[in-house]
Structure formats: structure tokens, C-alpha cells
């Protein structure tokens, strides 16, 4: 498969520029960053001191609120923590290379005048780093300037740290010129892709082996995942450039992604005890036919004759007042007020046919307010098909237990009158999908909600990915699961001790709770 790829070039004034790095906090309490794209819209709605931004203008149903530093579901009102924080600044230094600098050899030694910086191709490599990078780390140690360059030395700072016992690995390190992090110039007449630069660079080498040879610790570049300050390929770049300016090196290594489980084969999968069939399929379903919207709305009102004085929270007019509604007119008098009967809030006859009419038209309705559901919601889910069985391994966290895999396959296909574009084809990317609970008590109580959530069509939609940016494809439609088996890498994995509670929140928010099991067949 062959794919297209790009280059992205981001504004020295923005979030990336700056090095700011806006995170959630997910379900297994660690902090995962934001796309960029959304990094900077946050950002830029920071700077300007707004109270809170909303993410819908560029297809994310969540508003970040900068008073309580949150990040709140639009649909399911669920909160989650947001954090802002400084890292390297992104992209790489680009254009010319910062001034020369240089620093007498002892003191009371004059200072050598400036000489413009080499700009063959080995010089670029090495001395071309973040611009800005851990200023605020102060001061870094290195290895003392080998003899005969004039004093100068490559200065790292901010990730760059000390080894074991904390010991320095130099003496007092000169400022460098400007903020931030870079490597002085070639010494004077000198180009690292001669020899006698090769040779000043072999000259750091021995230095360095000497360095070791009296146990002076080698420099770790940390290699972190989560919160850390870099990120594996800034660690490599920053060991590449060490190594080049003879530096020992230590890089560790990242933890591996284990999205699947061991092979399994045929005779050592089973079917689940108390749910029949091992696979579900859905087709697209009609909606009822024979009522008309203001029949269906009947069952869930009541009439109003005395509207309260207050605004109606669908047109924004006073409920005193006609409906502000401008669009397709329902057969229904714009001054009419109803309550509805579980939630008792109050809206335009008018408006909540137009609501509906807009919808699904299932024969549901949910509360714009509080969003109480009545009757039973469906969605707009392409056919497809779902698999369900037990596999001979445990989720990490759940030793105990085997493992629930549940295999979802949706073919791309054409929109219908459902859809947000009827008649023009959709994608359906990364299928099948694998996702995993555990064979536990309440794993099981998952999966059977979750069947429901599929006989309803809720599981998926289409729209637009908030991962790719692809507009008309299949997505994931507000029930979180877990496709990670043996990691927890991207926050969709194990451990999480909070999943199962989430995820059965989530499902009631769509109106699928234990009392949903006995309206739906097995």
C-alpha cells in the first residue's frame, strides 16, 4: 500500500513554535497531547485570555474551559483534566546558523573575533539543534574544550544531564549567545569535513575515552514516554549530534506498542456462557412509519397554558413569545408551549418538531437540556458485522481472567438518507477492529450493553476522523474502546481501573443501561 505523506511547517509564533504542549489526562490517569492542529486552536484561544474555547469548529465535540482547566464532553457533560506545559520548540532550526561565538582559552585572554560559520553539508548536520530547547533547565555541564581549539566546546543544555552521582562532567560552561539551546561554530579555519576538522572531532573522541577510562559516567539522553520532556525522535537527533562531537552516549529503550494478542488458534477460542452466537449483523433499518412527528412528540409532553418566564433553550425566544424557529414550518402553531414529562423541562411546541424532523426520526427524542432520552435512540450506523469470543490470555490488570475479543468489520459503502451526505460513498478505515474486555463479571455486563449498543446502530457513524481529518468515513460514535491488548501506550489499553465504570457511563448516556437488556432479544 502506497500513501501519500506531507511536510508541515508550523509558525515560530505558534503553540508548536513556542514549544507549548497542551495534554488530557486519560481514563489510566497518565497525560496524552492534543493533534497539533488542536494544540494550536487552544493555544491561540489562551493567549487571547478567552475564558473557554469550543473545539467544534474544527470537529471535536468538546469545549476546554482555561477557569478550571478541563476539557467537557459536549454530548455526555463528562469532565477530564487539561494541562499546559513547555517543551522543545518545533520544527528544527531552520536558515542560517546562529553567530559565531568563541571564549578565551584561560582568563585575562583576549577574546578570538568572530569568523562566519561553515555551512558544508557534515557542519550543518552537526550543529543545526532545537532553537530554545530546555532553556529553562539552566545551565548544562559538558566535557572540557580538548587543547588547541581555541577554548571552544560544543554547550548542551536542558535534556542533556548529568550521570550517576550527579557529578559534572566539566568546569563553569560560557553563556551562549541568545536564549535556548545551540552548538558553537567550527573552531576558526576549521570545517569538520576536512581532515584537520575530522581531526579536532577525533581529538573530542579521545577525550572522551579518557573521560570514561577515569570513570567519569557517561550522559544519558532520556528516552521517555507519558510527560517527559523528550520525545524518542529528539532523543535520537540529540544522540546523534553527541556522538558526532564525541560524547558517550546512553539512549534507552522505548516501551513497545502491543496492540494484538498471542496466535490463537480455532480449538482455543470459546463462546461466551449466558449469550448466544458468537457474531451479530445489522442492516439498515427504517424508520417507523405512521406516525407523524407530532404523534410520536404527543406521548412525551404535556401542554403548557401558563409558559413560564424564561427563554426557550432551542430558538433562544421567550416561551411567552412565538417560536423563533426560521426554518421548514411544522404543522404546529409557533405559540404553543410543551413540558416534558420526565425532565419537566419546557420548549416550543414548534421548535421540538423541527428538533426531531432534523434527527433520526426513530421515534425517540432526548432532551437538548439534560439530555434525557425517550423512547428508544438509534443511530445511523453502516451495516456491518460483529464478532465476540473468548480468547486464552489476560489483559494486564486483569490476571485472573481470560480475555473477551470483540472483532468489528464495516465495508465502505454509500451513504443514505440517515447519512450527511446521502448517496455519495463513505470510507471505512482500519477494519477489521480488534478491542478487548475481561472475561470479568462486569466485562461480560459490558459486552451485552454493547450488543444493544450495535442492534441500535450506536456503536459508529459517519463523519469526519479526528485522527486523519477525512471527512465522510466510519468513526467511532462517543462508546470509548479499548484496542490496545498488552500496552496502554496511546490510553487505549490496559491497565485502566476505571474503564469498565467509564465506558458503562458512556453507554448509559446513549440510553443502553441493564433495564435495555430485557426490551432487546439475545
Known sequence: TIRPVRRSYYDPSSAPGKGVVWEWENDSGTWTPYDMDVGITIQRAYEKQHPWVDLSAIGFCYVIDFATMGQINRQTQ???RVRRRLDMVYPLVSGALPKSQSWPASPGAAAAPPVPACTCPQCLLVMSVPRGAGAEKGAAQALPPPQGTGGLRPPLRGSITPGRGGRPLGGPQPPVEGSGCCWSPCPPSRCLGTGEGMGWLLHLNEEAETALSLEVPTVPVKNLTGSSPVNPALAGITGILMSAAGLPVCLTRPPKLVLHPPPVSKSEIQSIPGISHSCRKTTKKQAKKGKTPEEVLKKYLQKVRHPPDEDCTICMERLSAPSGYKGPQPAVKPDLVGKLVKCSHVFHLHCLVAMYNNGNKDGSLQCPTCKTIYGVKTGTQPPGKMEYHIIPHALPGHADCKTIRIIYNIPPGVQGPEHPNPG????????????YLPDSEKGRKVLKLLLVAW???????????STTGESDTVIWNEIHHKTEFGSNLTGHGYPDINYLDN????????????ESLAQEKD
Open 78 to 80: 463528562r469532565k477530564r
Open 424 to 435: 455519495k460513498s463513505f470510507t471505512a478505515r482500519g477494519f477489521p477492529r480488534h478491542c
Open 455 to 465: 442492534d441500535r446502530r450506536l456503536i459508529f457513524a459517519i463523519g469526519t476522523s
Open 503 to 514: 465506558v458503562l457511563a458512556e453507554l448509559a448516556a446513549q440510553g443502553i443501561t441493564e
